[in-house]
């Protein structure tokens, strides 16, 4: 009764793990054996569970007993199989005609079952129809029943779906846990950062206590100034560089003094322009360059090149003109805006290649994304549209597409609204294109502060995939560049708490004039609340001590993130006389930080959540990013591929097609197609797409996106095989005879062999139809099969053409006397009586054999000899086979 291979203790385990077994009856299965019934008119329809010594009824309709051994269940049988049983009378078929079943209640005559599956393929039960009364049962019925099981089959899966929904459920909210995680460990980071820069300022020299007051005051800006100043004569050579040219460029003052600047910090490439530039500007006194802030490559002591954002002026030293020049190392800057970059990259790759319709809008409602599959989905682009118009202008209605969707009922303005939409039903149904139906799921998305970004929905298409699985929700938001303005205050505050020199940048940080603040209390340009957080940095600053701080402060309406560092002004005898401050403005590079955990946040909600395999390795084959789902697929957390190569994350299992898909997409191909995955739980058959990542001409990388097909292309396969075969014995059909006799034709004429063609036909068969009837007539043929496989070499095609229609293709034939053997083997075959039921019928054959020599044969003529001489051997009396002629 089992398959080979059939693991029926596996299949149990299904079973049980459904926790069916022994609940009370159901509505929902209830109507469906009631459904049975009727549709098939009969009296008994039961959904069973097949469990290990037991079969256990869940529904049963026109029975009263609730189980029955397994050792007597047709059910058993069903499942062991694995596909459709039908027992048109139980008293005719010796595996059952002694059944207690049958000889007892319920009296079984007719039987037809249909196996019920666990999602993992298991056959854990049936939906089953009985009658007390033989009875035909044909290929619509079936396929109707098969339907019927279908329905069953969803109703004893829905337990285990929405547990395995509520499994990664708990796997999101564990990663957003570990995100919070992170994002705790940079702020960490951020911090220590923050006292080795205050470590530093600590450790600076005294300043110089004979300057007079003006140069000691433009010397400690010079000197504690967070940016790199550097100071060249006319010639070019450089006359100062203060300690943070030292820390970025890696040079000491003493020794870069006096060299030329363009051989210290200039590129080489860059070194003939600098220099023409500078002759240029001593020329006429002119250049662009003076006041403006400009971003350059500049290179290090250990060579490598890094970029900097410079101000540069000139100035007067006696007769001489000097230039001074601010820079700041902004390659950090440079590196977070290509990270952005590449993530805005992988994301549209991602929403391009998926078939998941994604639609998102902005925090005042206005549609901001429409990938591809949305657009296909509508045959619309998107609109900056209100809400209250998504529904006419889309062509959205309910589930049953009969009444257009209320603007409280869309899934997005739901998810806007801050509901979080599984699997709304909706219909697409514009006027010039089929309707569409929908499954849509989605969310609003927030900020890392909890402000409003808008929201998103992913829209699944199961029109035609009726059992296609859910698709989570997917989103995006457009990251803005970051903003790269980093304004600097500079003052010097007396001992009294006063303003005695502010520069220009005052006027935009404080919103008065550098006037109106001169010689008035630092206590006047700010607000009470924002004083009283300043007023412990200035007593410490008033009593001798370096402060350095980040805070906030309110600037022309806008609020800005400012670092402010204040050095006391000490004089001769080492008391303070006020202290001397700047204020950098670090605002840029603080939203660059909210933003990028917001992008990351957002770029892993949506990549974790797809049903795909999604990853990104750069040229040394090394993963740089993996989603979630390799947890699911393959056993392995994203972190642990972080780094790795694919070979030590997959091993040999990436040698062959992967591996050289992968080569030709870095080396800049788009390469797709599908490949066989081991997975920890069972081989998959998987569809990739690879995606070279270019910047510029270069590639740097390649994006990997993978689907699960191994459903799809097993179906294909069995439609395939479906398509070839007959089925009621078995056997290759007309279809599959014409490829084979071609094909024998081809390789005879290769070989320059002979081959054989044999038609066949039941003898009198219409007079057994006539009187045992076409189900007895249908195990004639059946039999006739077996034997005639059973009488030729396993090499010998034998295929049905129709009817009571056979054929046999032999190769390697060399003359048509080993065709006569051939065919004397086949009549003695059908010697023995056919049992049929409680009958016995004698059963022969007639064959036509046409023999040829390889050479020229042709398909058409040799049917037409094969045939001719089939009609011969019924003109001799049938029961025997005749040699078509031009075969001796």
């Not at 009969?42 to 290990?52: F, H, K, M, Q, S």
């Not at 078939?355 to 429409?370: H, L, Y």
């Amino acid at each position: 009764m089992d398959k080979q291979g059939f693991d029926d203790a596996a299949r149990v385990q299904a079973l049980c793990e459904l926790g069916l077994l022994d609940t009370p009856q159901e509505a929902r299965f209830d109507r469906l054996t009631r459904l049975a019934c009727a549709a098939f008119q009969v009296p008994i329809a039961l959904v069973t569970l097949v469990d290990a010594k037991r079969q256990w009824f869940k529904s049963r309709a026109g029975l009263d007993t609730v189980q029955t051994p397994r050792s007597h269940a047709f059910c058993s049988h069903t499942v062991g199989q694995g596909e459709l049983m039908v027992v048109h009378d139980a008293l005719l078929d010796p595996r059952f005609r002694d059944n207690p079943l049958v000889t007892g209640a319920p009296y079984i005559r007719f039987y037809a079952g249909a196996p019920v599956r666990a999602l993992d393929g298991h056959a854990v039960g049936t939906l089953c129809i009985i009658d007390q009364v033989a009875r035909p049962f044909g290929a619509a019925e079936s396929e109707r029943l098969a339907e019927l099981a279908a329905l069953v089959e969803d109703e004893i899966n829905k337990g285990a779906m929405t547990r395995a929904r509520e499994a990664a459920e708990r796997q999101l909210a564990q990663l957003h846990a570990d995100l919070e995680q992170r994002i705790a460990e940079r702020t960490r980071s951020l911090r220590d950062a923050n006292e080795a820069l205050k470590h530093e300022i600590a450790q600076r020299r005294e300043l110089d206590k004979s300057l007079r007051a003006s140069e000691k005051r433009i010397r400690t800006i010079v000197e504690s100034s967070f940016s790199a100043f550097i100071s060249i004569d006319a010639e070019g050579h450089i006359i100062d560089w203060n300690p943070s040219a030292e820390r970025i460029f890696g040079w000491s003052r003493d020794e870069v003094a006096g060299r030329d600047l363009a051989d210290v910090i200039i590129p080489e490439r860059l070194r003939a322009a600098h220099c023409q530039g500078m002759a240029r500007m001593l020329a006429t006194g002119q250049a662009k360059v003076l006041n403006q802030r400009l971003e350059l490559p500049a290179v290090t002591r250990g060579g490598d090149e890094i970029t900097v954002e410079m101000t540069i002026n000139s100035f007067a030293a006696g007769d001489a003109v000097c230039f001074g020049a601010f820079l700041h190392d902004i390659t950090d800057r440079e590196l977070a805006r290509r990270a952005l970059a590449q993530k805005e990259e992988l994301l549209d790759a991602i929403l391009d290649s998926v078939d998941v319709g994604v639609v998102a809008c902005d925090a005042g409602g206005r549609i901001t994304m429409f990938n591809r599959a949305a657009r296909e989905l509508h045959g619309l682009p998107a609109e900056a549209l209100d809400p209250q118009d998504w529904a006419a202008h889309y062509d959205l209605y309910d589930a049953g597409g009969s009444e257009r969707l209320a603007q409280a009922d869309i899934p997005l303005f739901r998810a806007w609204q801050g509901e979080r939409v599984q699997n709304a039903a909706l219909t697409i149904a514009p006027k010039d294109r089929p309707a569409r139906k929908l499954l849509a799921s989605g969310r609003r998305m927030q900020d890392a502060r909890g402000e409003l970004l808008g929201a998103v929905v992913a829209l699944s298409d199961v029109t035609e995939l009726a059992d296609s699985r859910s698709q989570l929700e997917a989103g995006q938001q457009r990251l803005a560049a970051i903003t790269e303005n980093l304004p600097a205050v500079i003052g010097q505050v007396d001992k009294d708490g006063n303003f005695v020199f502010l520069n220009s940048m005052a006027t935009r940080f404080y919103g008065k004039s550098v006037a109106a603040l001169i010689g008035r209390s630092v206590a006047s340009a700010y607000s009470a609340q924002e004083y009283a957080k300043l007023a412990p940095y200035l007593a410490a600053a008033l009593a001798g001590e370096r402060a350095r701080f980040d805070d906030e402060i309110e600037v022309d309406g806008r609020l800005v993130r400012y670092q402010a560092s204040f050095i006391p002004n000490l004089d001769d005898d080492g008391v303070a006389d006020g202290f001397f401050f700047m204020a950098f403005d670090i605002t840029a590079r603080w939203e660059s930080e909210l933003r990028q955990r917001d992008s990351e946040e957002r770029l892993r909600l949506i990549t974790d959540n797809l049903p795909v395999l999604i990853s990104y390795i750069d040229q040394d084959k090394r993963f740089r990013f993996a989603n979630a789902m390799h947890i699911k697929w393959l056993g392995i957390a994203p972190q642990q591929m972080i780094g790795r190569t694919v070979y030590d994350v997959l091993g040999p299992d990436y040698a062959g097609a992967p591996e050289q898909a992968l080569a030709a997409c870095l080396a800049g191909q788009q390469v797709e197609g599908d490949m066989k995955l081991n997975t920890p739980t069972t081989p998959r058959t998987v569809h990739s797409l690879f995606v070279p990542h270019l910047r510029g001409s270069e590639v740097v990388g390649a994006y990997i996106l993978t689907t699960d097909v191994t459903a799809a292309r097993e179906h294909e396969k069995q439609l395939k095989a479906m398509a070839m075969t007959d089925a009621l014995t078995g056997l290759p059909n007309r279809r599959c005879y014409d490829t084979h006799l071609a094909g024998a034709i081809k390789r005879a004429s290769r070989k320059r062999e002979g081959l054989a063609l044999m038609y066949l036909d039941v003898d009198h068969f219409k007079a057994i139809n006539d009187t045992l009837g076409h189900a007895l007539g249908d195990e004639v043929l059946k039999e006739f099969a077996r034997r005639l496989v059973a009488a030729v070499r396993k090499s010998d095609i034998v295929c049905r053409l129709a009817g009571d229609e056979f054929t046999v293709i032999l190769e390697g034939i060399h003359a048509p006397a080993e065709c006569a053997v051939v065919g004397a083997k086949i009549v003695a075959a059908m010697e023995a009586p056919f049992t049929l039921g409680d009958t016995r019928r004698a059963v022969t054959a007639s064959i036509g054999v046409a023999w040829s020599d390889g050479i020229a044969a042709d398909a058409a003529l040799l049917g037409a000899r094969a045939d001719a001489a089939l009609y011969s051997a019924k003109a001799a009396g049938r029961n025997c086979f005749a040699l078509a002629d031009g075969s001796s």
